[in-house]
């Protein structure tokens, strides 16, 4: 059972270069997040899906792009590389609650991106 | 705007110390209330959650947290903390009615525990 699954684990990227973040789950859940933490600020919801074929911004989408054509995959693509999305990257997914609201988190490894 | 507000950003304890960590939100309606832990190097994983009735929870680890709805707080709590326990902490919240559809998330309390 792998759970909830990222890679790359660690990446370097120059300004400007675009690269994508893998997120699988084995799960089932028809939730799925993706949040960046940076030191001090906690977890930021980036973009989040309900399910396949619909995803929504939250509360830190510029820069950022998602799709969800699938249950189990929910990848995060990064067009133009700046300096300020150097951040740990973490995907999440829950199973349907109520708004997804009252189901805990299963959180993936995270990547660790830099951008210089 | 609703917010989740965690005050101690770093607390440094002695083991078989006591531990309070604190965690305040914003918002007068209906919450879902979470706190996870992350050890160094690894991924976020459930401490212990609040839905509804008795608002003393208990957790994995000995962790316990109370519900206290007049003060809108989820407070962190462990009798006496280990070296193990070292982590960071963050505190979450489900915002009910309010058309969320994820968690918000404190900033986070990095616990130290020195042998």
């Known amino acids: 059972n792998a759970g909830v699954t990222q890679t790359p684990k660690f990446r370097i990227l120059k300004i400007g270069q675009s690269m994508t973040l893998q997120c699988a789950q084995d799960m089932n859940h028809n939730y799925m997040y993706w949040y960046r933490q940076d030191p001090g600020m906690g977890l930021k919801l980036i973009y989040y899906s309900v399910g396949a074929g619909i995803t929504d911004k939250g509360e830190v989408p510029n820069g950022y792009n998602v799709s969800r054509s699938t249950t189990e995959d929910f990848p995060l693509r990064l067009e133009l590389a700046a300096p300020s999305q150097t951040s740990v990257y973490f995907c999440?997914?829950?199973?349907?609650?109520?708004?997804?609201?009252?189901?805990?988190?299963?959180f993936g490894n995270g990547t660790r991106l830099t951008v210089t | 705007a609703q917010s989740v507000s965690q005050h101690n950003h770093h607390v440094i304890l002695s083991e078989a110390a006591s531990l309070e960590l604190g965690c305040n939100y914003s918002y007068g309606g209906t919450v879902n209330l979470f706190w996870y832990v992350q050890y160094p190097g690894q991924h976020l994983q459930l401490l212990l959650k609040y839905f509804s009735g008795d608002p003393l929870v208990k957790g994995i680890k000995g962790f316990e947290a109370e519900f206290i709805k007049s003060k809108f707080s989820f407070n962190l709590r462990k009798p006496s903390v280990q070296w193990s326990d070292t982590a960071e902490y963050f505190c979450?919240?489900?915002?009910?009615?309010?058309?969320?559809?994820?968690?918000?998330f404190g900033s986070g309390t990095r616990l130290q525990v020195q042998p």
């Open positions: 979450a919240v489900g915002l009910m009615d309010t058309g969320r559809r994820a968690l918000t």
């Open positions: 999440a997914s829950s199973p349907l609650g109520v708004r997804g609201l009252n189901s805990p988190l299963h």
